[in-house]
């Protein structure tokens, strides 16, 4: 089996949660919100929130839509801020400028709604990024399913779904270390697909655990001696 | 100020069986730049409340991790505590006129602790108003001071947070346990949930006989559906309120109810509520009443874990731990949505949120027609408390702050 020249390294990450100066008692204050909070607060109700969420494989996107629906009574509005796949963007930028186009459109065709008060507040927070190296590294792709085993879910969130934002490709961490460093494109197109709304951290890994033993197996048999040659 | 020592240590290892290998290994991966580095942590009682609950598990973690943490408790005569206790209730929101000679007395055991403790940790974090004067004798060259407030702000008494606001933003950060309790201050504010250790006598697995022998022992059927709620008898709690919607789901189940809290015979308020609970539950013998002992988390944990569905019909809370507690042993929640209960309850995701005494007992009885629903929603809010709720988690946030306020800036 391939070993790559360069390995792949495990990272953790660790975030902290800042509490922002902004919060929206109704949409008019949300769309004002969304333009002018932070990226950081931006990752924090998508990116982060996803993770510490992930559990959640129904109806569970994002915090706009959580908030727009338990708190603005808001049910479309909801769906069309869950319906924005994160996966889609590689930059805080492209995604805040569709949450604000989704909130626009929403207002325009129900002004009625602007500002209706909702139940609750919506608290714009952010998240602080700590990340660490491991201490653990992969060059050969038993070593990478060992690795991808053993780490925690912040540490699978991050080279799995924030990557996007740090690659600026439509890809992870994973994938691109497999087509790039071992040259199994297909494998890392399979992986890159799997659903992370309708998976939670722990079974979109084992799907990725069953993709990565699969393709073990069949390295292990093309280098298994023929029966015939053998003779 | 006496410096804490801790008896009952539980292994970091040991919570390997409850978060995964992956998730301990990341703390020790995290703590590896904080080895040897100095951090106290200093609030107002060792033993009691929540925040010397959560110290007693947080402080033997950090220090497996090589941090040299100390756990320090402000001492005081009872002119401090009376009005501290005071002070707290008026941050709440209670009614209250602080005189002059309130502010000196805080003032003057603030000095006096400040005389006899080393204040000149790396990173200092300060538990709840108590010991937040400390902060006026941070010694020039120590280095972070952290408030960290586990009370509900939203609407405190404005004198004593006017006096309590000439302190906190000299502090270098807060933390508090929802965005709402937050306050606008110069400083950076950050977000920490309250925790639950999973190891601890009142969140560990239990023996099924040891359940049935507390509910015998308190005479509750086991055969039939049982609604707890567990918190003490405060109004603010609403026992008598949780008594009609019981009595509204009876109409349509042969269930029960059990309302369980510490002993109400030193808090003549808690005693005249508890007086009131039993007048309403008057005349059914479904209703038990219970004053635990003022530490029982075996019996506690008995009776969630007993429990149909756990009821926490809050009229206000801080951050209300019990439905954690519940959620954790896998038990649908009905729950008021105030103060950090919508944290833990999602609505029609990790439980149900309600907002009055027929919304309580309409969400109840939804959930014992549709027990495979109640599962489901208890599953989920078992992974969300796992997710964010464990004393590990809350360990992981204290590290990530000192890393962060530590780095070069």
Redesign the interface.
């Known amino acids: 089996m391939n070993s790559a020249e360069t390995p792949f390294e495990f990272f ?1 990450v ?6 922002g ?1 902004q ?1 929206a008692g109704n949409l008019e204050e949300l769309l004002a919100g969304l333009e002018q909070c932070s990226d950081a607060s931006i990752f924090h109700h998508t990116f982060q929130t996803l993770s ?5 494989t ?3 996107s994002n915090d706009f839509a ?1 908030w727009a629906l ?1 708190e603005a009574n808001r049910d479309a509005l909801a769906e069309q801020f869950a319906a924005l796949d994160i996966r889609d963007y590689t930059s805080i930028a492209a995604l805040r400028a569709d949450l604000c186009r989704v909130l626009r459109d929403f207002i325009a065709a129900f002004p009625q709604f602007t500002r209706q008060e909702a ?3 919506f ?1 714009f ?1 952010e998240s ?1 990024e ?1 990340t ?4 653990l590294q992969a060059a050969t792709l038993n070593e990478f399913r060992d690795g991808v085993a ?6 699978f969130h991050f080279h799995f779904v924030t990557s996007r934002l740090r690659l600026q490709l439509r890809t992870n961490d994973f994938s691109h270390w497999l087509a790039d460093s071992l040259g199994l494109t297909s494998l890392a197109d399979t992986i890159n697909r799997i659903d992370i709304y309708t998976n ?1 951290l722990d079974t979109a890994r084992s799907k990725m655990l069953r993709l990565v033993d699969r393709e073990r197996r069949k390295h292990e048999h093309d280098s298994d001696p023929q029966p015939n040659s053998a003779r | 100020m006496s410096t804490i020592q801790i008896p009952s240590r539980i292994p970091l290892d040991d919570y390997s069986s409850v978060i995964g290998a992956g998730e301990v290994a990341e703390l020790r991966t995290l703590a590896n730049p904080l080895v040897g580095r100095a951090v106290t942590m200093i609030n107002s009682t060792a033993v009691g409340g929540g925040v010397a609950e959560i110290l007693n598990r947080l402080v033997p973690l950090a220090e497996e991790l090589g941090i040299n943490i100390r756990w320090e408790v402000m001492t005081g005569g009872e002119d401090f505590f009376e009005v501290t206790k005071a002070f707290h209730n008026a941050l709440h929101g209670a009614p209250y006129h602080p005189q002059p000679s309130h502010f000196e007395i805080f003032r003057a055991y603030t000095e006096k602790n400040a005389k006899r403790l080393r204040l000149d940790s790396e990173f200092t974090v300060i538990h709840d108003p108590q010991p937040a004067g400390l902060i006026s004798y941070r010694p020039q060259n120590s280095n972070h001071w952290i408030w960290r407030c586990h009370i509900d702000l939203s609407h405190p008494n404005p004198a004593v947070w006017n006096f309590l606001d000439t302190y906190v933003p000299h502090y270098d950060a807060a933390i508090f346990s929802s965005p709402e309790f937050a306050k606008q201050l110069p400083i950076p504010q950050y977000l920490f949930h309250p925790a639950i250790d999973p190891l601890s006598e009142k969140n560990r697995d239990l023996p099924p006989e040891f359940i049935l022998d507390v509910l015998a022992r308190y005479g509750i059927d086991h055969l039939r559906p049982i609604l707890t709620q567990i918190s003490r008898f405060d109004r603010l709690k609403d026992p008598v309120g949780v008594i009609r919607a019981y009595r509204i789901v009876r109409r349509y189940f042969d269930c029960q109810l059990v309302l369980a809290g510490g002993s109400a015979s030193d808090d003549p308020e808690g005693a005249a509520v508890l007086k009131e609970a039993q007048v309403a539950a008057e005349g059914d013998p479904d209703i038990k009443l219970l004053e635990l002992p003022a530490w029982a988390p075996l019996e506690v944990n008995a009776l969630q874990r007993a429990s149909t569905i756990v009821i926490q019909k809050s009229l206000r809370e801080g951050f209300g731990l019990t439905v954690s507690e519940a959620l954790w042993k896998k038990k649908p929640v009905v729950a008021s949505a105030v103060g950090g209960i919508p944290t833990q309850i999602i609505h029609n995701h990790t439980g149900l949120l309600a907002h009055s005494v027929e919304g309580t007992a309409y969400q109840v009885r939804f959930l014992l027609s549709h027990p495979e629903i109640a599962g489901r929603l208890a599953e989920r809010g078992h992974q969300h408390v796992k997710e964010n709720f464990l004393i590990t988690q809350n360990l992981k946030r204290y590290l990530t702050l000192f890393l962060k306020l530590g780095m070069p800036s």
């Not at chain 1, 660790?14 to 509490?19: C, F, G």
């Not at chain 1, 510490?52 to 959640?56: M, P």
Request: hydrophobic letters at 40%.
């Open positions: 953790t660790a975030y902290l949660t800042r509490i100066n919060s510490s969420h992930h559990f959640l129904e109806g569970f959580q338990a139940l609750d507040r608290y927070c602080l700590v660490a190296p491991f201490a053993s780490i925690s879910h912040a540490s939670t």
